[in-house]
Protein backbone atom coordinates (compact mmCIF):
# COMPACT_ATOMS: atom_id res chain seq x y z
CA UNK A 1 0.00 0.00 0.00
CA UNK A 2 1.67 3.31 -0.88
CA UNK A 3 1.63 6.10 1.75
CA UNK A 4 1.21 9.46 -0.24
CA UNK A 5 1.63 12.34 1.50
CA UNK A 6 1.44 15.54 -0.65
CA UNK A 7 -0.22 16.75 -3.83
CA UNK A 8 1.83 16.11 -6.12
CA UNK A 9 3.09 12.79 -5.23
CA UNK A 10 -0.84 12.27 -5.07
CA UNK A 11 -1.33 13.48 -8.65
CA UNK A 12 1.68 11.54 -10.00
CA UNK A 13 0.72 8.59 -8.96
CA UNK A 14 -3.01 8.58 -10.41
CA UNK A 15 -1.46 9.86 -13.48
CA UNK A 16 0.62 6.78 -13.98
CA UNK A 17 -2.07 4.38 -13.38
CA UNK A 18 -4.55 5.88 -15.56
CA UNK A 19 -1.94 5.81 -18.48
CA UNK A 20 -1.44 2.42 -17.76
CA UNK A 21 -4.74 1.96 -18.87
CA UNK A 22 -6.55 0.66 -15.42
CA UNK A 23 -9.59 3.02 -13.32
CA UNK A 24 -9.37 4.26 -9.98
CA UNK A 25 -11.69 4.05 -7.21
CA UNK A 26 -12.22 6.37 -4.62
CA UNK A 27 -13.41 6.48 -0.91
CA UNK A 28 -12.94 9.83 0.68
CA UNK A 29 -12.58 9.58 4.64
CA UNK A 30 -12.02 11.96 7.36
CA UNK A 31 -10.12 8.63 9.14
CA UNK A 32 -10.85 7.23 12.52
CA UNK A 33 -12.24 3.94 10.13
CA UNK A 34 -14.95 1.63 11.24
CA UNK A 35 -16.61 -1.06 9.46
CA UNK A 36 -19.02 1.74 7.52
CA UNK A 37 -15.68 2.66 5.77
CA UNK A 38 -14.39 -0.51 5.57
CA UNK A 39 -18.02 -1.38 3.06
CA UNK A 40 -17.08 1.53 0.94
CA UNK A 41 -13.65 0.11 0.30
CA UNK A 42 -14.77 -3.03 -0.51
CA UNK A 43 -17.25 -1.94 -2.80
CA UNK A 44 -14.61 0.47 -4.82
CA UNK A 45 -12.38 -2.66 -4.70
CA UNK A 46 -15.14 -5.02 -6.62
CA UNK A 47 -15.95 -1.75 -8.91
CA UNK A 48 -11.79 -0.75 -9.62
CA UNK A 49 -8.59 -1.89 -10.77
CA UNK A 50 -6.99 0.94 -8.81
CA UNK A 51 -8.55 1.76 -5.23
CA UNK A 52 -7.31 5.05 -3.50
CA UNK A 53 -8.47 5.44 -0.10
CA UNK A 54 -7.82 9.35 1.51
CA UNK A 55 -7.60 10.46 5.50
CA UNK A 56 -8.33 14.49 5.43
CA UNK A 57 -10.38 16.15 8.90
CA UNK A 58 -11.17 19.11 6.40
CA UNK A 59 -11.10 21.87 8.47
CA UNK A 60 -13.26 23.93 6.08
CA UNK A 61 -16.50 21.76 6.44
CA UNK A 62 -16.68 22.47 10.71
CA UNK A 63 -17.88 25.51 11.70
CA UNK A 64 -16.40 27.71 14.24
CA UNK A 65 -17.75 26.32 17.45
CA UNK A 66 -17.86 23.14 16.04
CA UNK A 67 -16.32 19.67 16.75
CA UNK A 68 -12.42 19.49 14.66
CA UNK A 69 -10.04 19.68 17.22
CA UNK A 70 -11.99 17.27 19.18
CA UNK A 71 -12.88 14.78 16.03
CA UNK A 72 -11.00 11.37 16.20
CA UNK A 73 -7.91 10.63 14.67
CA UNK A 74 -6.07 7.12 14.37
CA UNK A 75 -3.99 7.59 11.82
CA UNK A 76 -1.94 4.48 12.68
CA UNK A 77 -5.27 2.41 13.33
CA UNK A 78 -6.69 3.72 9.66
CA UNK A 79 -3.33 2.43 8.07
CA UNK A 80 -3.73 -0.82 9.73
CA UNK A 81 -7.04 -1.18 8.38
CA UNK A 82 -7.08 -0.08 5.07
CA UNK A 83 -3.17 -2.43 4.55
CA UNK A 84 -5.49 -5.32 5.12
CA UNK A 85 -8.23 -4.51 2.82
CA UNK A 86 -5.83 -4.29 0.31
CA UNK A 87 -5.95 -0.93 -0.95
CA UNK A 88 -3.62 0.31 -2.64
CA UNK A 89 -2.56 4.03 -2.24
CA UNK A 90 -3.75 6.01 1.12
CA UNK A 91 -3.20 9.76 0.69
CA UNK A 92 -3.35 12.15 3.92
CA UNK A 93 -2.17 15.27 2.85
CA UNK A 94 -1.62 18.38 5.63
CA UNK A 95 -3.82 21.08 6.19
CA UNK A 96 -1.22 23.53 4.65
CA UNK A 97 -0.64 21.18 1.66
CA UNK A 98 -4.58 20.87 0.82
CA UNK A 99 -5.43 25.10 1.67
CA UNK A 100 -2.05 26.46 1.18
CA UNK A 101 -1.74 30.02 2.06
CA UNK A 102 -3.69 32.85 0.07
CA UNK A 103 -6.28 29.96 -1.01
CA UNK A 104 -9.28 31.21 -2.27
CA UNK A 105 -11.43 28.96 -4.64
CA UNK A 106 -14.90 27.84 -3.26
CA UNK A 107 -17.41 25.48 -4.57
CA UNK A 108 -21.30 25.68 -3.82
CA UNK A 109 -24.43 24.14 -4.68
CA UNK A 110 -27.04 26.37 -4.01
CA UNK A 111 -30.03 25.94 -2.74
CA UNK A 112 -29.02 22.22 -1.31
CA UNK A 113 -26.65 22.90 1.24
CA UNK A 114 -28.64 25.32 2.87
CA UNK A 115 -31.84 22.84 3.75
CA UNK A 116 -31.66 19.83 6.57
CA UNK A 117 -27.82 20.14 7.74
CA UNK A 118 -27.40 23.41 6.72
CA UNK A 119 -30.12 25.10 8.89
CA UNK A 120 -27.67 24.47 11.92
CA UNK A 121 -24.13 23.97 10.16
CA UNK A 122 -23.62 27.19 7.47
CA UNK A 123 -21.09 26.28 5.36
CA UNK A 124 -20.29 22.99 5.83
CA UNK A 125 -21.20 21.38 2.44
CA UNK A 126 -19.26 24.41 0.84
CA UNK A 127 -16.35 23.03 2.67
CA UNK A 128 -17.59 19.64 1.68
CA UNK A 129 -17.91 20.10 -2.10
CA UNK A 130 -14.85 21.51 -2.29
CA UNK A 131 -12.39 19.89 -0.53
CA UNK A 132 -13.92 16.65 -2.58
CA UNK A 133 -13.56 18.51 -5.76
CA UNK A 134 -10.03 19.05 -4.99
CA UNK A 135 -9.73 15.29 -4.13
CA UNK A 136 -10.64 14.45 -7.32
CA UNK A 137 -9.13 16.54 -8.96
CA UNK A 138 -5.89 14.95 -7.22
CA UNK A 139 -6.80 11.18 -7.76
CA UNK A 140 -8.51 11.27 -10.91
CA UNK A 141 -11.34 8.82 -9.82
CA UNK A 142 -13.35 6.87 -12.34
CA UNK A 143 -16.27 6.05 -9.55
CA UNK A 144 -15.86 7.61 -6.03
CA UNK A 145 -17.89 6.11 -2.70
CA UNK A 146 -19.86 7.72 -0.45
CA UNK A 147 -22.43 6.28 2.44
CA UNK A 148 -25.57 6.80 2.42
CA UNK A 149 -25.38 7.72 6.35
CA UNK A 150 -24.73 10.98 5.07
CA UNK A 151 -27.51 11.23 2.82
CA UNK A 152 -27.36 15.16 1.87
CA UNK A 153 -23.69 15.09 1.55
CA UNK A 154 -24.16 11.95 -0.96
CA UNK A 155 -27.44 14.26 -2.89
CA UNK A 156 -25.08 17.89 -3.01
CA UNK A 157 -21.81 15.77 -4.31
CA UNK A 158 -23.87 13.74 -6.87
CA UNK A 159 -25.22 17.12 -8.01
CA UNK A 160 -22.08 18.94 -8.12
CA UNK A 161 -20.73 16.10 -10.36
CA UNK A 162 -23.31 15.95 -12.72
CA UNK A 163 -23.39 20.23 -12.71
CA UNK A 164 -19.83 20.34 -13.61
CA UNK A 165 -19.72 17.49 -15.83
CA UNK A 166 -16.88 15.72 -13.62
CA UNK A 167 -15.70 12.62 -15.15
CA UNK A 168 -16.94 10.10 -12.43
CA UNK A 169 -19.32 8.13 -11.43
CA UNK A 170 -20.91 8.92 -7.57
CA UNK A 171 -21.39 5.36 -6.09
CA UNK A 172 -24.00 5.84 -2.96
CA UNK A 173 -23.06 2.66 -0.12
CA UNK A 174 -26.08 1.66 2.67
CA UNK A 175 -25.56 2.89 5.84
CA UNK A 176 -23.57 0.43 7.95
CA UNK A 177 -25.21 -0.14 11.22
CA UNK A 178 -23.89 -1.86 14.69
CA UNK A 179 -25.99 -5.00 15.80
CA UNK A 180 -28.48 -2.63 17.88
CA UNK A 181 -29.61 -0.23 14.90
CA UNK A 182 -27.07 2.52 15.83
CA UNK A 183 -25.47 3.89 12.36
CA UNK A 184 -21.64 3.58 11.56
CA UNK A 185 -19.90 7.46 12.47
CA UNK A 186 -16.58 8.23 13.64
CA UNK A 187 -17.97 10.03 16.05
CA UNK A 188 -19.67 6.76 17.82
CA UNK A 189 -16.35 6.52 19.53
CA UNK A 190 -16.57 9.82 21.70
CA UNK A 191 -19.41 8.73 23.15
CA UNK A 192 -19.66 6.86 26.51
CA UNK A 193 -21.61 3.77 27.34
CA UNK A 194 -24.53 5.67 28.75
CA UNK A 195 -24.56 8.51 26.03
CA UNK A 196 -24.39 5.62 23.20
CA UNK A 197 -27.42 3.61 25.05
CA UNK A 198 -29.64 7.50 24.56
CA UNK A 199 -27.92 7.93 21.07
CA UNK A 200 -30.17 4.99 19.94
CA UNK A 201 -33.08 6.61 20.10
CA UNK A 202 -32.66 8.32 16.84
CA UNK A 203 -32.09 4.93 14.57
CA UNK A 204 -35.00 3.94 16.99
CA UNK A 205 -37.40 6.65 15.60
CA UNK A 206 -36.37 6.37 12.19
CA UNK A 207 -36.92 2.85 12.03
CA UNK A 208 -40.35 3.37 13.46
CA UNK A 209 -41.15 5.49 10.67
CA UNK A 210 -39.56 2.60 8.14
CA UNK A 211 -42.17 -0.03 10.00
CA UNK A 212 -45.30 2.23 9.94
CA UNK A 213 -44.69 3.41 6.38
CA UNK A 214 -44.10 -0.79 5.60
CA UNK A 215 -47.40 -1.24 7.50
CA UNK A 216 -49.18 1.54 4.95
CA UNK A 217 -49.17 4.76 6.85
CA UNK A 218 -48.02 7.85 4.73
CA UNK A 219 -48.62 10.98 5.86
CA UNK A 220 -45.67 12.73 7.48
CA UNK A 221 -46.87 14.76 10.24
CA UNK A 222 -48.44 11.53 12.35
CA UNK A 223 -45.02 9.89 11.56
CA UNK A 224 -43.03 13.12 12.54
CA UNK A 225 -44.90 13.74 15.52
CA UNK A 226 -44.75 10.08 17.19
CA UNK A 227 -40.84 9.30 15.88
CA UNK A 228 -40.12 12.94 17.67
CA UNK A 229 -41.62 11.98 20.44
CA UNK A 230 -39.48 8.94 20.67
CA UNK A 231 -36.60 11.13 20.98
CA UNK A 232 -37.85 13.49 23.02
CA UNK A 233 -38.88 11.08 25.90
CA UNK A 234 -34.87 10.20 25.50
CA UNK A 235 -33.15 11.14 28.75
CA UNK A 236 -30.04 13.61 27.86
CA UNK A 237 -30.81 14.07 24.21
CA UNK A 238 -31.68 17.25 22.31
CA UNK A 239 -33.08 16.98 19.05
CA UNK A 240 -32.06 19.58 16.24
CA UNK A 241 -34.35 17.76 13.09
CA UNK A 242 -36.30 15.36 12.02
CA UNK A 243 -37.92 15.89 8.67
CA UNK A 244 -39.01 14.15 6.11
CA UNK A 245 -37.89 14.95 1.89
CA UNK A 246 -37.69 14.53 -1.31
CA UNK A 247 -34.61 13.91 -1.78
CA UNK A 248 -33.77 15.60 -5.12
CA UNK A 249 -34.76 18.86 -3.22
CA UNK A 250 -34.30 17.98 -0.01
CA UNK A 251 -37.96 19.81 0.71
CA UNK A 252 -40.38 18.47 3.45
CA UNK A 253 -43.17 16.30 1.62
CA UNK A 254 -46.52 15.66 2.80
CA UNK A 255 -46.52 12.01 2.26
CA UNK A 256 -43.68 9.61 2.18
CA UNK A 257 -43.41 8.11 -1.57
CA UNK A 258 -41.07 6.79 -3.38
CA UNK A 259 -38.17 8.92 -3.16
CA UNK A 260 -38.48 10.56 -0.14
CA UNK A 261 -36.51 9.95 2.89
CA UNK A 262 -36.75 10.86 6.73
CA UNK A 263 -33.32 12.24 7.91
CA UNK A 264 -32.18 13.66 11.04
CA UNK A 265 -29.40 15.06 13.62
CA UNK A 266 -29.37 14.77 17.40
CA UNK A 267 -27.09 16.07 20.50
CA UNK A 268 -26.40 14.19 22.85
CA UNK A 269 -23.04 14.42 25.76
CA UNK A 270 -21.95 17.09 23.33
CA UNK A 271 -21.71 15.11 20.02
CA UNK A 272 -23.87 15.67 17.28
CA UNK A 273 -25.30 12.38 15.08
CA UNK A 274 -26.98 12.14 12.33
CA UNK A 275 -29.17 9.73 10.37
CA UNK A 276 -31.82 8.66 8.00
CA UNK A 277 -33.90 5.90 6.45
CA UNK A 278 -34.20 6.07 2.54
CA UNK A 279 -37.30 5.07 1.02
CA UNK A 280 -36.11 4.27 -2.82
CA UNK A 281 -37.60 5.65 -6.12
CA UNK A 282 -37.16 1.54 -6.73
CA UNK A 283 -38.58 -0.03 -3.99
CA UNK A 284 -42.19 0.26 -3.67
CA UNK A 285 -43.96 1.40 -0.42
CA UNK A 286 -47.05 1.49 0.80
CA UNK A 287 -47.65 5.02 -0.82
CA UNK A 288 -48.20 3.68 -4.04
CA UNK A 289 -48.64 -0.04 -3.47
CA UNK A 290 -50.43 -0.06 -7.02
CA UNK A 291 -47.39 1.49 -8.63
CA UNK B 1 -12.44 19.27 -37.75
CA UNK B 2 -14.87 17.27 -35.50
CA UNK B 3 -17.82 19.38 -34.70
CA UNK B 4 -19.64 18.16 -31.03
CA UNK B 5 -22.96 19.64 -30.17
CA UNK B 6 -23.19 17.90 -26.99
CA UNK B 7 -21.05 17.45 -24.03
CA UNK B 8 -21.49 13.66 -23.97
CA UNK B 9 -20.00 13.49 -27.30
CA UNK B 10 -17.22 15.97 -26.10
CA UNK B 11 -16.28 13.70 -22.66
CA UNK B 12 -15.70 10.84 -25.00
CA UNK B 13 -14.02 12.43 -27.73
CA UNK B 14 -11.41 13.72 -24.81
CA UNK B 15 -11.56 10.24 -23.51
CA UNK B 16 -10.64 8.43 -26.45
CA UNK B 17 -7.75 11.17 -27.37
CA UNK B 18 -6.44 10.53 -23.61
CA UNK B 19 -6.53 7.07 -24.14
CA UNK B 20 -4.24 6.73 -26.72
CA UNK B 21 -1.51 8.74 -24.80
CA UNK B 22 -1.89 12.53 -26.49
CA UNK B 23 -2.13 15.39 -25.12
CA UNK B 24 -4.82 17.75 -25.43
CA UNK B 25 -4.63 21.77 -26.14
CA UNK B 26 -7.59 23.96 -25.46
CA UNK B 27 -9.01 27.12 -26.44
CA UNK B 28 -12.01 28.31 -24.65
CA UNK B 29 -14.12 30.90 -26.31
CA UNK B 30 -17.17 33.04 -26.59
CA UNK B 31 -16.72 32.81 -30.68
CA UNK B 32 -17.09 35.23 -33.03
CA UNK B 33 -13.33 34.85 -33.37
CA UNK B 34 -10.65 37.25 -33.99
CA UNK B 35 -6.88 37.23 -34.94
CA UNK B 36 -6.43 37.13 -30.62
CA UNK B 37 -8.57 33.91 -30.56
CA UNK B 38 -6.41 32.59 -33.55
CA UNK B 39 -2.88 33.21 -31.82
CA UNK B 40 -4.17 31.26 -29.03
CA UNK B 41 -5.35 28.46 -31.50
CA UNK B 42 -1.64 28.56 -32.86
CA UNK B 43 -0.44 28.25 -29.35
CA UNK B 44 -2.23 25.66 -28.17
CA UNK B 45 -1.68 23.97 -31.76
CA UNK B 46 2.49 24.37 -30.95
CA UNK B 47 2.27 23.00 -26.72
CA UNK B 48 -0.43 19.58 -28.22
CA UNK B 49 -1.24 16.82 -30.08
CA UNK B 50 -4.78 17.58 -30.35
CA UNK B 51 -6.53 20.94 -30.13
CA UNK B 52 -10.04 21.63 -29.39
CA UNK B 53 -11.80 25.27 -29.57
CA UNK B 54 -14.81 25.39 -27.69
CA UNK B 55 -17.33 28.38 -28.68
CA UNK B 56 -19.72 29.01 -26.34
CA UNK B 57 -21.69 32.36 -25.28
CA UNK B 58 -21.87 31.96 -21.54
CA UNK B 59 -25.38 33.58 -19.75
CA UNK B 60 -23.78 32.49 -16.56
CA UNK B 61 -21.31 35.68 -16.74
CA UNK B 62 -23.66 38.54 -18.30
CA UNK B 63 -25.09 40.41 -15.62
CA UNK B 64 -28.88 41.46 -16.48
CA UNK B 65 -28.26 44.34 -17.83
CA UNK B 66 -24.89 43.02 -19.60
CA UNK B 67 -24.48 42.67 -23.94
CA UNK B 68 -25.54 38.93 -23.73
CA UNK B 69 -27.89 39.45 -25.96
CA UNK B 70 -26.23 41.81 -28.85
CA UNK B 71 -22.93 39.70 -28.14
CA UNK B 72 -21.70 39.09 -31.74
CA UNK B 73 -22.02 35.58 -33.02
CA UNK B 74 -20.97 33.97 -35.98
CA UNK B 75 -20.78 30.26 -35.98
CA UNK B 76 -20.28 29.77 -39.90
CA UNK B 77 -17.68 31.88 -39.77
CA UNK B 78 -15.82 30.39 -37.10
CA UNK B 79 -15.66 27.06 -38.16
CA UNK B 80 -14.06 28.65 -41.14
CA UNK B 81 -11.44 30.50 -39.66
CA UNK B 82 -11.17 26.64 -36.96
CA UNK B 83 -10.57 24.41 -40.56
CA UNK B 84 -8.13 26.11 -41.67
CA UNK B 85 -5.93 26.33 -38.61
CA UNK B 86 -6.12 22.48 -38.41
CA UNK B 87 -8.14 22.34 -35.34
CA UNK B 88 -8.67 19.12 -34.07
CA UNK B 89 -12.51 19.83 -32.70
CA UNK B 90 -14.51 22.29 -32.08
CA UNK B 91 -17.23 22.08 -29.33
CA UNK B 92 -20.37 24.39 -29.33
CA UNK B 93 -23.09 23.06 -26.97
CA UNK B 94 -26.65 24.89 -26.68
CA UNK B 95 -27.12 26.73 -23.52
CA UNK B 96 -29.71 23.91 -22.29
CA UNK B 97 -27.40 21.15 -22.55
CA UNK B 98 -24.81 23.43 -20.46
CA UNK B 99 -27.09 24.63 -17.65
CA UNK B 100 -30.08 21.94 -17.95
CA UNK B 101 -32.92 22.53 -15.42
CA UNK B 102 -32.40 22.40 -12.02
CA UNK B 103 -28.97 23.66 -12.70
CA UNK B 104 -27.53 24.77 -9.08
CA UNK B 105 -23.04 24.60 -8.74
CA UNK B 106 -21.35 27.49 -8.71
CA UNK B 107 -17.84 27.97 -8.26
CA UNK B 108 -16.15 31.31 -7.20
CA UNK B 109 -12.11 32.67 -6.23
CA UNK B 110 -12.97 34.99 -3.71
CA UNK B 111 -11.57 38.24 -3.07
CA UNK B 112 -10.03 38.57 -6.47
CA UNK B 113 -13.91 37.91 -8.52
CA UNK B 114 -15.00 41.63 -6.84
CA UNK B 115 -11.99 44.07 -7.90
CA UNK B 116 -11.53 45.90 -11.17
CA UNK B 117 -13.89 44.27 -13.65
CA UNK B 118 -15.91 42.87 -10.78
CA UNK B 119 -16.90 46.43 -9.45
CA UNK B 120 -19.09 46.94 -12.50
CA UNK B 121 -19.72 42.98 -13.29
CA UNK B 122 -20.82 41.41 -10.18
CA UNK B 123 -20.97 38.20 -10.49
CA UNK B 124 -18.51 38.41 -13.73
CA UNK B 125 -16.03 35.81 -12.67
CA UNK B 126 -18.43 33.58 -10.65
CA UNK B 127 -20.13 32.90 -14.46
CA UNK B 128 -16.71 32.72 -15.88
CA UNK B 129 -14.90 29.94 -13.62
CA UNK B 130 -18.06 28.49 -13.50
CA UNK B 131 -18.06 27.62 -17.03
CA UNK B 132 -14.20 27.17 -17.59
CA UNK B 133 -14.11 24.31 -14.68
CA UNK B 134 -17.14 22.35 -16.93
CA UNK B 135 -15.53 23.03 -20.23
CA UNK B 136 -12.17 21.71 -18.29
CA UNK B 137 -14.02 18.59 -17.55
CA UNK B 138 -15.61 17.58 -20.30
CA UNK B 139 -12.51 18.78 -22.66
CA UNK B 140 -9.57 17.33 -19.97
CA UNK B 141 -6.67 19.34 -21.31
CA UNK B 142 -3.14 19.24 -20.38
CA UNK B 143 -2.79 23.10 -21.27
CA UNK B 144 -5.73 25.35 -21.65
CA UNK B 145 -4.89 28.99 -23.24
CA UNK B 146 -6.23 32.64 -22.46
CA UNK B 147 -5.08 36.44 -23.35
CA UNK B 148 -3.94 38.28 -21.37
CA UNK B 149 -6.37 41.18 -22.54
CA UNK B 150 -8.77 39.49 -19.72
CA UNK B 151 -5.51 39.92 -17.36
CA UNK B 152 -8.50 39.64 -14.44
CA UNK B 153 -9.75 36.58 -15.93
CA UNK B 154 -6.40 35.12 -16.51
CA UNK B 155 -5.14 35.37 -12.95
CA UNK B 156 -8.81 34.23 -11.42
CA UNK B 157 -8.30 31.06 -13.63
CA UNK B 158 -4.97 30.80 -12.95
CA UNK B 159 -5.25 30.96 -8.87
CA UNK B 160 -9.11 28.44 -9.72
CA UNK B 161 -7.06 26.26 -10.85
CA UNK B 162 -4.02 26.29 -8.26
CA UNK B 163 -6.79 26.15 -5.26
CA UNK B 164 -8.84 23.30 -6.98
CA UNK B 165 -5.80 21.05 -7.85
CA UNK B 166 -7.13 21.05 -11.34
CA UNK B 167 -4.50 18.63 -13.83
CA UNK B 168 -4.11 21.25 -16.27
CA UNK B 169 -1.69 24.17 -17.49
CA UNK B 170 -3.04 27.76 -17.60
CA UNK B 171 -0.97 29.60 -20.44
CA UNK B 172 -1.07 33.35 -20.55
CA UNK B 173 -0.69 34.65 -24.33
CA UNK B 174 -0.06 38.04 -24.93
CA UNK B 175 -2.83 40.60 -26.48
CA UNK B 176 -2.96 40.76 -30.06
CA UNK B 177 -3.79 44.43 -31.41
CA UNK B 178 -4.78 46.07 -34.29
CA UNK B 179 -2.27 47.91 -36.24
CA UNK B 180 -3.41 51.29 -34.99
CA UNK B 181 -3.01 49.51 -31.12
CA UNK B 182 -6.73 48.84 -30.49
CA UNK B 183 -6.62 45.58 -28.57
CA UNK B 184 -8.74 42.32 -30.21
CA UNK B 185 -11.88 42.03 -29.12
CA UNK B 186 -15.18 39.98 -30.57
CA UNK B 187 -16.91 43.51 -29.30
CA UNK B 188 -14.98 45.79 -31.58
CA UNK B 189 -17.32 44.29 -34.43
CA UNK B 190 -20.09 46.28 -33.23
CA UNK B 191 -18.30 50.02 -32.87
CA UNK B 192 -18.86 51.76 -35.41
CA UNK B 193 -15.99 53.53 -37.49
CA UNK B 194 -16.37 56.93 -35.62
CA UNK B 195 -16.64 54.99 -32.09
CA UNK B 196 -13.72 52.83 -32.90
CA UNK B 197 -11.56 55.77 -33.29
CA UNK B 198 -12.77 57.51 -30.18
CA UNK B 199 -12.46 53.86 -28.83
CA UNK B 200 -8.37 54.06 -28.93
CA UNK B 201 -7.96 56.47 -26.60
CA UNK B 202 -7.84 53.60 -24.10
CA UNK B 203 -5.16 51.52 -25.39
CA UNK B 204 -3.08 55.22 -25.63
CA UNK B 205 -3.59 55.90 -21.90
CA UNK B 206 -1.96 52.25 -21.81
CA UNK B 207 0.86 52.98 -23.93
CA UNK B 208 1.69 56.14 -22.29
CA UNK B 209 2.03 54.91 -19.28
CA UNK B 210 4.40 52.16 -20.74
CA UNK B 211 6.06 54.49 -21.91
CA UNK B 212 6.64 56.72 -19.01
CA UNK B 213 7.22 53.55 -17.26
CA UNK B 214 10.62 53.09 -19.74
CA UNK B 215 11.24 56.25 -19.05
CA UNK B 216 11.79 55.90 -15.28
CA UNK B 217 8.55 57.20 -13.97
CA UNK B 218 7.19 54.64 -11.10
CA UNK B 219 4.56 57.10 -9.31
CA UNK B 220 1.20 55.30 -9.96
CA UNK B 221 -0.98 58.28 -9.23
CA UNK B 222 0.89 60.97 -11.40
CA UNK B 223 1.00 58.53 -14.06
CA UNK B 224 -2.98 57.19 -13.93
CA UNK B 225 -4.01 61.64 -13.53
CA UNK B 226 -2.41 61.97 -16.55
CA UNK B 227 -3.74 58.86 -18.65
CA UNK B 228 -6.89 59.24 -16.95
CA UNK B 229 -6.79 62.73 -18.34
CA UNK B 230 -6.29 61.06 -22.11
CA UNK B 231 -9.60 59.59 -22.14
CA UNK B 232 -11.53 61.91 -20.48
CA UNK B 233 -10.30 64.24 -23.30
CA UNK B 234 -11.83 61.93 -25.91
CA UNK B 235 -15.34 62.67 -26.88
CA UNK B 236 -17.88 59.53 -26.16
CA UNK B 237 -16.15 58.10 -23.94
CA UNK B 238 -17.01 57.25 -20.51
CA UNK B 239 -14.43 55.74 -18.16
CA UNK B 240 -15.57 53.04 -15.54
CA UNK B 241 -11.88 52.39 -14.15
CA UNK B 242 -8.00 53.11 -14.99
CA UNK B 243 -5.81 51.40 -12.15
CA UNK B 244 -2.56 50.41 -11.61
CA UNK B 245 -2.27 46.80 -9.79
CA UNK B 246 -0.41 43.91 -8.37
CA UNK B 247 -1.24 41.01 -10.44
CA UNK B 248 -1.58 38.92 -7.65
CA UNK B 249 -3.93 40.27 -5.22
CA UNK B 250 -4.88 43.13 -7.76
CA UNK B 251 -4.83 45.76 -5.32
CA UNK B 252 -3.83 49.13 -6.08
CA UNK B 253 -0.09 49.55 -5.57
CA UNK B 254 1.81 53.22 -4.90
CA UNK B 255 4.25 52.57 -7.18
CA UNK B 256 4.47 50.45 -10.62
CA UNK B 257 7.49 47.55 -10.41
CA UNK B 258 7.71 44.45 -11.99
CA UNK B 259 4.54 42.15 -11.09
CA UNK B 260 1.78 44.86 -11.61
CA UNK B 261 -0.61 46.54 -14.26
CA UNK B 262 -2.16 49.09 -15.55
CA UNK B 263 -5.97 48.11 -16.36
CA UNK B 264 -8.95 49.98 -17.22
CA UNK B 265 -12.62 49.92 -19.04
CA UNK B 266 -14.01 52.30 -21.41
CA UNK B 267 -17.74 52.71 -22.71
CA UNK B 268 -18.37 53.57 -26.25
CA UNK B 269 -21.46 53.63 -28.44
CA UNK B 270 -22.69 51.30 -25.67
CA UNK B 271 -19.37 49.15 -26.25
CA UNK B 272 -17.90 48.10 -22.75
CA UNK B 273 -14.11 47.94 -24.07
CA UNK B 274 -11.11 46.58 -21.45
CA UNK B 275 -7.76 46.33 -21.88
CA UNK B 276 -4.08 46.43 -20.04
CA UNK B 277 -0.35 46.48 -20.07
CA UNK B 278 1.14 44.29 -17.87
CA UNK B 279 4.97 44.97 -16.14
CA UNK B 280 6.17 41.39 -16.04
CA UNK B 281 8.16 40.27 -12.80
CA UNK B 282 10.56 38.67 -15.28
CA UNK B 283 10.99 42.41 -17.43
CA UNK B 284 13.12 44.97 -15.75
CA UNK B 285 11.80 48.19 -15.00
CA UNK B 286 12.84 51.41 -14.13
CA UNK B 287 11.35 51.07 -10.57
CA UNK B 288 13.82 48.05 -9.91
CA UNK B 289 16.54 48.85 -12.44
CA UNK B 290 19.36 47.00 -9.99
CA UNK B 291 17.47 44.11 -9.63
Known amino acids: MRQIRTPEEMAAC ?53 DFASYPRDI ?25 EGYRTWVDVGGLSEKLEGRFRPG ?3 GVCTIVLKLFCLVLPDAAFFGWKDAQQFIIIR ?10 RIVGVPTWREPDGLAGSSRNR ?6 RRHALCLSRALHF ?27 GVVLQYLDIVDIEQLDPVARVV ?9 LVGGVRLIDNVVFPADEPTAGRKEG
Chains 1, 2 share one sequence.
Open 76 to 100: EGDLRLLNSERVDAVFFPTEREMYP
Open 258 to 266: PGTMAAGAI
Open 159 to 168: RMATDLNLPV
Open 14 to 66: AAEVKRSGRTIGFVPTMGALHEGHLTLVRQARMCADFVVVSIFVNPAQFGPNE
Open 190 to 195: RLSDEH
Open 209 to 235: IREKVSQGETDTESLLARARRIIAEEP
Open 124 to 126: HFR
